[in-house]
């Protein structure tokens, strides 16, 4: 009797129920990945139309468009690694997209003060650092996945300096030679201002250029080859 219980549930397919749970749990995150992954994009693409009849701050649009490009960054780019599990990877990938989201927010509702606010006179936020860290971590993550480990350590090692070069010693090359590798340093906060609070780093010049125009010649190029318009050319 044992034995035929056992090779009914054999037969049944009781031991492969964990299996067909793991593809169902799969299967439902790639399905919400697919559509997160177009209504990202739908989004986007209205966002840019419609600053395009009604402009609005500086501050207000490079943290959404460079929002956007983060959040379908890491859909379209997932994390890859054998060392850790599957639920693992999605966790950080759905710890980037909070960072994003929550970036997004914050600019949103702090535009008005960062706007006005001066710089290196007026005080640092808690909520400033914990953004800017955020986001500076969400952006460099990103860049590794894009481009790999190569532009990544260039980054790195510059960021580096910013904060160590104080503790390097005045080199002098030679008589008239400016004194090398001898820089004042930053601190966190100095940094955090300087990358996220400002119009000089993240949401600087290449980014509202990415706005403005990148974006509408990238769209653009885009829907011409999809309507054909590249066979005219070949």
Sequence with gaps: VRESAQAA????????APDQTGRLQTGCWDQAVRWAKVGISLSWLAFQIFILFAPQPMLVQCPLHLGFALALLVLWCPLKTDRLGEAWRRGIDLFLLSGVLASIIYYQLSAERLAARMEGVDEILTIDLVI???????VLECVRRLTGWSL??????????????????????GPGWPEMLKFSGFSLEEAIENFTMTPNGLLGVTTSTSVMFVFYFVAFGAVYAAIGGGQLFT
Excluded: N
């Design 152 to 173: 990544l350590s260039v980054i790195l090692l510059f960021l580096a300096f910013g904060f160590v070069g104080t503790f390097f010693p005045s080199w002098v090359v």
């Design 9 to 16: 549930v054999a037969t049944s397919g009781g031991p492969q």
């Design 132 to 138: 800017g860290l955020w986001l500076t971590g969400v």
